[in-house]
């Protein structure tokens, strides 16, 4: 059982760049998140996805798109990439939107933007 | 507004001394999460708890509900102990709201 799996691990990009970071899970999740964790802050939201073809904002979603087609996906787009969102971003699951149940985390992929 | 804080922010140990990490929230919760994340690595989730007290191996978490206020303990350390410790509150609109984490490092 993966769990929650998140490519690229590390990325390198110059500004004004796209890429799309990969989050995939198999644990039938209706629930899937993004967020970022910056030295000295907590984890921020960026966009979330309670069920397929469903996406919602979160707390800091400027810059960053997110699709959800499949239950098992949930891709975050860099539209042109900036060096403020130098960062290493966390995908995250759990079974529906309630809050009194644990996440489930990716790895982290580390994003630095030159 | 939902807040969450932690303290210490840096917490140095030596190994089989008792650790206390703590944790205070603004507003009332549907339930508090304590997170553990090793250098370079992924989040785990340790506790999820709504009230009282909930134990696995050497680590003990406890809420206090009225005083908004969450500990995790830490018996008899160990370096492996070593991580980031992050404390998450769902509110009602059940997303989670992050500490800043507390840095570890229990030394042998």
């Known amino acids: 059982n993966a769990g929650v799996t998140q490519t690229p691990k590390f990325q390198v990009l110059k500004t004004g760049q796209s890429m799309t970071l990969q989050c995939a899970q198999d644990m039938n999740h209706e629930y899937m998140s993004w967020y970022r964790q910056d030295p000295g802050m907590g984890l921020r939201l960026i966009h979330y996805s309670v069920g397929a073809g469903i996406t919602d904002q979160g707390e800091v979603p400027n810059g960053y798109n997110v699709s959800r087609s499949t239950t098992e996906d949930f891709p975050l787009r860099l539209l042109s990439a900036a060096p403020s969102q130098t960062s290493v971003y966390f995908c995250?699951?759990?079974?529906?939107?309630?809050?009194?149940?644990?996440?489930?985390f990716g790895d982290g992929t580390r994003l630095s933007i030159l | 507004k939902n807040e969450v804080e932690q303290s210490p922010q840096n917490l140095t140990a030596q190994e089989g001394e008792f650790i206390t990490i703590n944790c205070s929230y603004s507003v009332g919760i549907s339930a508090l999460h304590w997170l553990q994340q090793h250098p370079g690595g992924g989040i785990v989730s340790l506790f999820m708890l709504s009230s009282g007290k909930k134990k696995h191996g050497r680590l003990i978490a406890t809420i206090n509900i009225q005083e908004k206020h969450s500990s995790l303990h830490i018996t008899a350390s160990h370096p492996r102990d070593s991580a980031v410790y992050i404390c998450a509150a769902t509110f009602t609109g059940n997303q989670f709201y992050f500490g800043t984490g507390t840095s570890l490092t229990v030394i042998p």
């Open positions: 995250a699951s759990r079974p529906d939107r309630r809050g009194n149940q644990p996440q489930h």
